[in-house]
């Protein structure tokens, strides 16, 4: 009986003897990656789609016109630089596991899995998914695309995230094993996030980064470089009656203003982001649907911690003590965003609640922890990028909070290439920035940003031993009440140190026609376009 | 001809010194491309994976002398980020900035002449008060303002027209010309304004000439005077104008291009130098600086086709 079978077994038991609710299952599930073992299991938990929870039954057919924010730039799943491009690919390629909205994990490519050892899970795969070039899924492709993402030659970004897996073995064509590092916790969450698999045959014959060949509910029709991406239902799609939509276009509208416009006149049915300040007033707009939204994306403080001022904590302890998180959130971001001091807000699965400064913003602590740091009055620099427009809002906000301690802010703005650079040279001092945690708060977010040694880590802090240690212990345990603790303790440590500071997490939510049904924002911030559905 | 052998034989050295300024005044802004592709997910085993692709390892002499060599055989690169050759995004893109150009110019002089000359015939009449206020209203309201105020007019409120995207001409005329539409007068505004004034003064100074009082004289309608005689006399400032505009507009049309999400080729190069995507600068600016050197060349041979006297001057 294998750890996680045990595990499963257990909270099935407890569930069906009343001792826990629905919802600690479905959470205990979550953190261990059983959800979709247990699927079926029990009466009632049966996971349903999205469109289907909207309480009407999904019809076929119509194209929706998606306007995201910013242009996709790569269709290559192992590059994915930008978000904006996983928003199109996504909807090309399936992954093994998937995330919903609530955290649960839900079969994709894999119909289940277990963990067989401290090193080793095992995957059965469905076996009827076909590429869209007409090559069967097998355990091949699953091999492949680890391969290919590990190749050092290709210096694919997405491998940071599966560094702890040693490698793929193929059993069958519908079973495969993965091989990691003792206890690696975070493999399921890394595959609901970043496992997109590709097919050999379909990247070697075509440009990965032009033309995306997947298994996904959409197959890929045509690029119009900077104007539009069409994509089409691909009919031998594993799922039956999914997709329900028989055309998706994306396109890319950098202005708010003129995205919410364009949804207003109907040339777009669904789109990303309106002005934030219009949100209260059109979601009483009959004519608009605001739908599920959440809070995935974390606003940071990254602080340079290789020279004066940062790398001393106690003037780092000083903005932690500064910092007016709620401001924050009425001010820049118009209520469109939560305060949290950790990667999550409080309305994730992971959220600790940990807060090491109790009542901040509180001056008179900022300001006693300077004087513990020697230091009556300083300069610093924020260096922001205007094309990010809630930043120098940010930098003028936090320039009268640190005013009032002695702290002279000076706000700089860099455009991105400049930024880059600022960032990766660590000639910066302190500047802000967002980050994606789609799934795991440490393996996704803390883990690269604050471990020595990590190549994400720009803050530039390795002078804790401790800290890393906190991070490897939780990565590398799979026990989701103990992950669940080492969270805790690791947030306590990291709040303390603060090599970065966590503002808010602001809150993403689609806008479209009433008419349009099956969307929602999900943890890993894909657009799940095979739940969407049109009532014409 | 002599003279226009001459020009487009210096075509070529004036290309390569733009090819020049251009690569090098690339190189000189901080920035590394390949942290721009890989953002801040970048690593430094993708980084020196991207920086050799790319051939960014090598000495800039070389860099060039690659890039040049490959220009002459056709090959203008392939887009850093994408890998879309740039040949093919130039060819999405300019059909766009050049019919975006040309409503433009064709809009603004259907207005701005006939108004403009009124305006001269008639000083304080009703059309000069008109041309003075499209000439005030026309150079003061901003572009990104002028553009929002008719998407919410003509888009929103009484759903005309599209408020931004491009449609190609390819799916039916009609539906091009609409979602043209607005950016086109949006930037006609302006360049109306412009073309009113000068057409007037240019008018008012050929009726205060002698000729024009010969003709007058001689008895010649006040209608034929203007048409066959006035006009083409006034007509060098003008052309000059809109040989200017029509150059400009190629690659600085950026903040319609913007509003109304149109792929031309402005935002096309202010994108790519945001990126540091080389091969998509160097070669857009090249095309463009390419089609201006034509533009002005076209407008020499109008004035010499206009004006005799000016064929001299053109030798």
């Known amino acids: 009986m294998t750890l996680q079978k045990d595990q499963t077994s257990d909270f099935l038991l407890k569930f069906r003897q009343g001792r826990i609710n629905r919802r600690q299952l479905l959470h205990s599930l979550t953190l261990i990656g059983a959800l979709g073992a247990a699927n079926g299991l029990v009466p009632g938990l049966g996971l349903i789609s999205s469109a289907r929870a909207q309480g009407k039954t999904p019809k076929r057919g119509g194209t929706l016109t998606a306007a995201t924010i910013d242009k996709p730039v790569n269709m290559d799943p192992a590059f994915a630089e930008l978000y904006s491009s996983m928003q199109v690919y996504q909807n090309v390629f399936n992954k093994l596991v998937y995330a919903q909205r609530d955290g649960t994990l839900v079969p994709g490519l894999a119909k289940s899995w277990r963990q067989v ?420 | 001809m002599t003279s226009t052998v001459r020009r487009l034989l210096l075509l070529l050295p004036t290309l390569f010194g733009v090819s020049i300024v251009v690569f090098l005044l690339l190189r000189l802004i901080p920035g590394d491309p390949a942290q721009v592709i890989m953002g801040l997910r970048a690593t430094p085993e993708g980084l020196a994976a991207i920086t050799r692709d790319l051939g960014l390892d090598l000495p800039l002499h070389e860099q060039y002398v690659r890039w040049l060599g490959a220009l002459f055989s056709g090959d203008f690169g392939r887009d850093y980020r994408s890998n879309v050759p740039v040949t093919q995004l130039l060819a999405t893109r300019l059909p766009v900035t050049l019919e975006l150009t040309l409503l433009s110019l064709l809009l603004a002089l259907i207005v701005a002449v006939p108004l403009g000359v009124r305006a001269a015939v008639h000083p304080n009449g009703i059309a000069d008060k008109a041309a003075s206020v499209l000439g005030l209203i026309g150079i003061s309201i901003p572009d990104f303002w002028l553009g929002i105020l008719l998407v919410l007019v003509f888009s929103l409120t009484l759903g005309l027209f599209p408020s931004s995207g491009f449609v190609p001409f390819s799916d039916g005329i009609l539906a091009n010309l609409r979602a043209f539409a607005l950016p086109a007068l949006t930037l006609a505004t302006g360049l109306s304004a412009v073309l009113v004034r000068v057409t007037r003064s240019a008018v008012t100074e050929v009726l205060s000439r002698d000729f024009v009082r010969f003709l007058k004289a001689k008895g010649l309608p006040p209608r034929a005077i203007i048409n066959r005689h006035v006009l083409r006399n006034a007509s060098v400032p003008i052309i000059t104008v809109i040989g200017m505009q029509f150059g400009y507009l190629l690659g600085g049309a950026v903040i319609v291009e913007q509003v109304f999400d149109l792929p031309g080729v402005g935002s096309l190069i202010v994108t790519a130098t945001m990126e540091r995507n080389y091969p998509v600068v160097q070669a857009g600016m090249l095309v463009v600086a390419l089609l201006f050197i034509l533009v002005n060349l076209g407008t020499d041979l109008l004035y010499a086709w206009l004006n005799p006297r000016l064929r001299g001057g053109a030798r």
Not at chain 1, 236 to 244: A, E
Not at chain 1, 360 to 367: E, G, H, N, V
Request: charged share 20%.
């Open chain 1, 117 to 536: 050892d401290d090193k080793t899970w095992e995957f059965e795969l469905v076996d009827n998914a076909w590429f869209h070039n007409d090559e069967k899924f097998t355990g091949a492709d699953v091999k492949y695309t680890f391969d290919r993402l590990a190749d050092p030659k290709l210096g694919a970004a997405n491998h940071v995230f599966v560094q702890p897996l040693e490698g793929v073995e193929v059993v069958s064509d519908t079973k495969v094993l993965f091989h990691t590092k003792p206890n690696w916790g975070g493999l399921l969450l890394a595959l609901a996030a970043i496992g997109e698999i590709v097919n050999k045959k379909a990247i070697e014959t075509h440009d990965p980064k032009l033309m995306p060949i997947g298994t996904g509910p959409f197959k890929f029709v045509e690029w119009v470089k900077d104007d539009h991406i069409t994509l089409e239902r691909w009919d031998k799609y594993f799922k039956p009656g999914q997709p329900y939509l028989d055309k998706l276009i994306f396109r890319a509208i950098a202005d708010d203003t003129q995205r919410l416009n364009g949804l207003q006149t109907g040339e777009y049915g669904w789109i990303e982001q309106v002005p934030l300040h219009r949100v209260a007033e059109l979601k009483k707009n009959p004519e608009l649907k605001a739908n599920p939204g959440g809070q995935f994306f974390p606003d940071i403080f990254l602080l340079n911690t290789t020279k004066p001022p940062f790398d001393n904590v106690a003037v780092r302890q000083a903005l932690q003590w500064a910092m007016p998180r709620k401001a924050i959130a009425n001010v820049v971001w118009h209520g469109q965003a939560v305060p949290s001091l950790e990667p999550v807000s409080p309305s994730n699965v992971w959220y600790s609640g940990v807060d090491a400064y109790s009542g901040a913003p509180d001056l008179a602590k900022a300001r006693e922890a300077l004087q513990k740091a020697g230091i009556e009055s300083l300069d610093i620099s924020f260096a922001s990028q205007p094309q990010v427009p809630t930043q120098p809002l940010v930098g003028q906000l936090m320039q009268q909070q640190l005013r009032q301690i002695g702290i002279n802010m000076q706000v700089e703005s860099f455009e991105s290439a400049r930024w880059f650079e600022e960032l990766t040279t660590r000639r910066y001092q302190m500047t802000g920035t967002y980050w994606s945690v789609t799934l795991d708060p440490v393996g996704h977010c803390l883990g690269p940003l604050s471990r020595s040694g990590s190549a994400w880590n720009f803050s530039g802090f390795n002078q804790s031993p401790e800290l890393d240690a906190a991070i490897d212990s939780f990565n590398f345990t799979v026990d989701p009440e103990v992950r669940k603790k080492s969270y805790a303790t690791l947030m306590k440590l990291h709040e303390e140190l603060a090599p970065m500071i966590f503002q808010v997490n602001f809150d993403r939510t689609y806008w479209t026609h009433p008419n349009v049904y099956g969307v929602e924002t999900l943890p890993s911030l894909e657009l799940r376009m095979e739940d969407v559905w049109i009532d014409a």
